[in-house]
C-alpha cells in the first residue's frame, strides 16, 4: 500500500504519476472537480510534488 500525494492517506488501488502515487477515490474527484471549484487549486498544489525530484541511495 503506498501514500496518496493528494489525500495522504494509504490507499489499495490507484495510478502511478512518475513518482508518486494517487489513489482511485483522489483521481476521480479531481476529473470531476471543476476549475472553477476552489478546491482544484488544492489539486494543482499536490500535483505539483510529482515533478520534485526525489534521489534514492
Do not use: N
Not at 490507499?11 to 504519476?17: A, R, S
Amino acid at each position: 500500500m503506498e501514500k496518496c500525494i493528494i489525500c495522504e492517506e494509504t490507499g489499495k488501488q490507484g495510478i502511478h504519476l512518475y513518482t508518486s502515487f494517487i489513489c482511485t477515490d483522489c483521481e476521480k474527484a479531481m476529473i470531476a472537480t471543476s476549475t472553477k471549484d476552489p478546491i482544484y487549486k488544492y489539486y494543482i498544489k499536490q500535483l505539483k510534488a510529482i515533478t520534485d525530484t526525489k534521489i534514492f541511495s
